[in-house]
């Protein structure tokens, strides 16, 4: 009777290797199950990197890698911060017109003197 181990090691592929893959697989003429027979790894993992690759968390070139978290706020936040910039170029537009208004009264005592 044959032995079966029950912890089998998994292949460890690299990033370059996945994105071909998926690229292959992303060809007119190819399907995910013939990419995935010819380089001899199940369908379900091509369709897993797939996944991944069009998420962005796959990518052959590590520096090419962008990390979205960081990269850009979120909607409201962005629309708080144009909210207080709106309130404070306000704010400043009201203190300009006081101070013209302001200067046309002290011309109009200097002049009438």
Known sequence: ??????????????????????????????????VAESLDIHPVQLSIWRRQYREGLLVADKRKKIIKKNASLKESDKVKALEAE???????????KKW???????RQKNSNS
Request: charged share 25%; with cysteine; hydrophobic share 40%.
């Open 100 to 106: 013209q208004r302001f200067l046309a009264e002290q």
């Open 1 to 34: 009777m044959a032995r079966y181990n029950r912890y089998q090691r998994t292949a460890k592929y690299s990033d370059e290797f996945k994105v071909s893959a998926v690229l292959l697989s992303n060809l007119d003429a190819c399907t995910v199950k013939s």
């Open 86 to 96: 709106v309130q404070r170029l306000q704010l400043e537009n009201d203190i300009l």
